[in-house]
């Protein structure tokens, strides 16, 4: 599990190294500049001039980690330079002349997304001045004077755009959230007025949006990641949204794996699309392959994208035609065609790259949309006009779905690695809130509210509350908006029978408000909530000194989570989304296809739960089968590599036990099905899948080697002399396992306590800091620092003297966020 674990972390970061390395030779330049001539002909007769900025690198290698600072260390900085100077500036180039003029030299700050505005008179860009640690939104004159700066905080706004309405859309920091699975801030849709007043989130994504633009219907074009329930580094698809936030809508690409579709622009005169599709999980700095797309066939119609790859990877596309194309490479200003041409039209001498080339012009104003949200409203409206009319719906039959479960994802305020660590075993890497369930019509209608600005998704649900359909996306409204769906993953092009029909079941009466399960905790915590029924009912069987189905269902903790829950997971008793693929068949996830609700309700021995303890694992289930029910059980690095160490004291190269008693039986280490510690690659398991599978998806094997042969069932932090490494070689005369035969005969083997002090040195470890899910757990100074920031803790909260109750910290934490209505003043 170590090697999963760094392969989550270090794969993800290097996989656009990988897929830049596969990249084409770029094309050569040709002379004497064709395409220059061309433009200037062509699309840029009436155009002297374009803008761009000048700025090194970021290091990491995930196309959105270019901002604010890592979680495990605020001084590590992720923009660019790390904190060291940079080399921003603000150019002007004359592409009939050559003349260069710097706008504005940052003088060792950053600047970055600079866009020009309609009257062609003055540029938005995003400038982290130097000495300071946040970008803030700026304005300046083409000429390089009325230098004013818009927004300020101790926020990032960048990636800014004009919106015809008179307003600025950009991406910010002021969502206060971390990514889901890596150690940096997210920045998210937000609004603003021309002056930088009245700011406002209009995405209520918990992952990162970007690279937001117009286009000529007033919709706003932007980049959305998302995964719920579903692979975390494979969709990264075109939204649409409305200016005031309402109507997000997905425009291409959301069932498309391995290709980060960003800086999509509307073609002139055209309508066609042009977006980077950054191969892979994305590449630094959005380097990928020019493509004209459309949506016309719909959002997952592959066959109307085109894709420019002759010209290797380039940067910041911008289209000038549907045959020309105005981008970034490296130090080179570059123009391509779709014809594979390439000319360099210009080189910069200095150090740093160029980036955001945009032509200096005035352009018409797109349409203006009237404004859907009221602001003095909390909530809004979602109609489900048929539930049974969607893909992948195969055997779901008419009257079969009677409900919908309405949950929520939540926002992370701290994270630090590229797994999901605590908060799950390779499954959900969020926390999902239950806010309840609504009724669904006989005709398979729905009418119901849900709260503005966050994000919910639902599970259909049987006349026995079984999970039918799981969204593995999510949807929001902005306050007052009223929206609908025609149904369950409906295929965007369809269009429902127009002829006569009666009027929705559902809106014949008022709407339904998700009707919570009282009593029940909406956030799910597995050693507080799932552990006692286990205890009550399941240990007796399954515990060290009984282990009936070789099962282990003891709160004991291993190396990570408790025994209990690792087994439950690679024992297949429970189906979550495994880290997979979306749009999964009905009954394939949740508590249709979990077996341990069927073992716990009657059908397993005497295990017969009360109502409350099975809707209590069903409630688990249904929210994704979380172990820390608290993101405050997040480990930073050092509690992780804490957790590494413990598992080397005993399985480290020095062991010379393991060599004398256990290595003619178990070679040592690695994926052969009897490795003695087993660690499972993805690429061994994905291929004995027989199906389509996630790239990190957790494959679960007939005969699974991980619940006989992994670290984390093999030791116990808890227990000590109860771990499996020591009891399987023991005879049952001795109060072992008898698995290996006689290899001690007793613990007074000198070997067997050997391998004991070796675990009891790694509890030790494990112990000097209280664990997540004991007694005395306390959260990492990180978790500390961020509710402090986030207004959450006051300042003066010493974690070494004041209580906290993490649970409702948390919960103060997501609060913090909702949207306050603002009154009107009619």
């Known amino acids: 599990m170590r090697k999963i674990l760094s392969y989550l972390v270090v794969g993800l970061a290097g996989l656009a190294v990988a897929w830049a390395g596969d990249a084409p030779t770029p094309a050569k330049p040709s002379k004497p500049h064709p395409l220059l001539q061309e433009a200037l002909t062509g699309p840029w007769r009436e155009i002297t001039d374009i803008v761009f900025a000048v700025r090194t690198n970021y290091d990491d290698g ?79 004159g083409v000429d390089g004077e009325g230098l004013r700066q818009l927004t300020s905080g101790d926020f990032d706004d960048i990636e800014p755009t004009y919106l015809p309405d008179g307003g600025i859309v950009f991406i910010s920091t002021r969502c206060k959230r971390w990514v889901n699975c890596w150690m940096t801030q997210v920045a998210t849709l937000h609004r603003c007025d021309a002056n930088g007043r009245n700011i406002r989130a209009i995405s209520a994504n918990t992952e990162q949006d970007n690279t937001p633009w117009p286009l000529p219907d007033g919709r706003i074009l932007y980049t959305r990641w998302e995964y719920v329930d579903r692979s975390q580094v494979e969709y990264h698809a075109l939204w649409t949204a409305n200016p005031d936030g309402t109507g997000p809508t997905i425009f291409y690409g959301n069932m498309h794996s391995w290709t980060v579709m960003i800086d999509a622009k509307p073609i002139p005169d055209s309508r066609k699309i042009l977006a980077n599709f950054s191969p892979g999980h994305g590449v630094n700095e959005h380097a990928g392959y020019p493509t004209m797309l459309s949506s016309d066939g719909g959002a997952d119609d592959l066959s109307q994208a085109r894709s420019l ?58 349409r203006r949309l009237v404004t859907r949200a009221l602001d003095d409203l909390d909530r809004g409206q979602m109609v489900l006009a048929d539930v049974y009319q969607g893909r992948h719906m195969e055997g779901v039959k008419r009257g079969d779905i009677k409900k919908l479960l309405v949950l929520e994802q939540l926002p992370k305020q701290v994270n630090f690695s590229g797994g999901q660590d605590l908060t799950s075993f390779l499954g959900t890497f969020s926390l999902e809130r239950i806010l309840g369930v609504v009724p669904v019509e006989a005709d398979g209608s729905a009418y119901l509210e849900v709260p503005a600005n966050r994000p ?160 209590t694992l069903w409630l688990w289930i249904e929210s994704g089968a979380p172990y820390a029910g608290s993101y405050a059980g997040l480990r930073n690095a050092a509690q992780q590599q804490v957790g590494e160490a413990a598992v080397q004291q005993v399985f480290g190269k020095e062991h010379a036990v393991l060599q004398r008693r256990c290595a003619s039986c178990h070679p040592l280490g690695g994926e052969k099905e009897r490795a003695l510690p087993y660690y499972r690659s993805f690429e061994g398991s994905q291929s004995k899948a027989g199906r389509p599978v996630g790239a990190y998806e957790r494959v679960v094997l007939p005969h699974e080697p991980m619940l006989r042969y992994s670290p984390m069932i093999l030791l116990n932090f808890s227990r000590p002399e109860f771990s499996s490494l020591l009891l399987a070689p023991l005879p049952a005369s001795a109060g072992g396992f008898n698995s290996c035969g006689k290899v001690f005969e007793n613990v007074s083997d000198p070997d067997y306590q050997l391998l004991l002090a070796a675990i009891k040195r790694g509890q030790a470890l494990l112990d000097a800091e209280p664990r997540y899910g004991t007694p005395k757990f306390q959260p990492n100074r990180q978790y500390v620092r961020e509710m402090k920031k986030y207004g959450v803790l006051p300042i003066s909260f010493d974690l070494a003297k004041d209580k906290l109750d993490i649970f409702d910290a948390d919960q103060q934490y997501w609060k913090s966020l909702w949207w306050q209505r603002i009154p009107s003043h009619n």
């Open 456 to 615: 919910v998704f639902f599970v259909a649900l049987d006349k026995d509350d079984l999970s039918v359909k799981r969204m593995q996306s999510w949807a929001s409204v902005a306050p007052g908006e009223v929206t609908g769906c025609i149904g369950c993953h409906e295929s965007r092009p369809f269009i429902m029978d127009n002829g006569p029909r009666p009027r929705l079941q559902a809106l014949n009466r008022p709407v339904s408000k998700p009707v919570p399960f009282e009593g029940f905790p909406d956030v799910m915590d597995f050693p507080r909530d799932i552990q006692p029924i286990l205890d009550r009912h399941c240990v007796k069987c399954h515990q060290p000194s009984r282990r009936d189905g070789k099962l282990l269902l003891t709160g004991d903790l291993g190396a990570q989570f408790s025994h209990s829950y690792f087994t439950l997971m690679f024992a297949r008793l429970v189906a979550d989304g495994r880290n997979g693929l979306g749009n999964q068949p009905p009954r394939a996830l949740g508590s249709a296809a979990s077996p341990l609700l069927k073992y716990t309700h009657g059908g397993h021995y005497d295990a017969k739960l009360s109502d409350r303890e099975w809707r």
């Open 62 to 140: 995930h196309w959105y980690a270019n901002i604010g600072y890592y979680c495990d260390d605020e001084q590590h900085k992720a923009y660019t330079g790390g904190g060291a100077p940079d080399v921003g500036q603000l150019c002007r180039l004359n592409l009939r002349t050559g003349q260069l003029q710097t706008l504005l030299d940052a003088k060792g700050g950053g600047i970055r997304d600079p866009q020009v505005h309609y009257d062609g008179q003055k540029i938005v860009f995003a400038w982290r001045q130097a000495g300071t640690d946040f970008y803030h939104l700026h304005e300046i």
């Open 309 to 366: 790859r002759q010209a290797g990877l380039v940067r910041d596309p911008y289209p000038l035609s549907e045959h020309l194309v105005l981008a970034s490479r490296k130090n080179e200003l570059v123009l391509l065609d779709d014809a594979g041409r390439l000319d360099v039209i210009y080189a910069w001498p200095g150090p740093g790259g160029l980036h955001e080339p945009r032509p200096l012009q005035a352009r018409p104003r797109e």
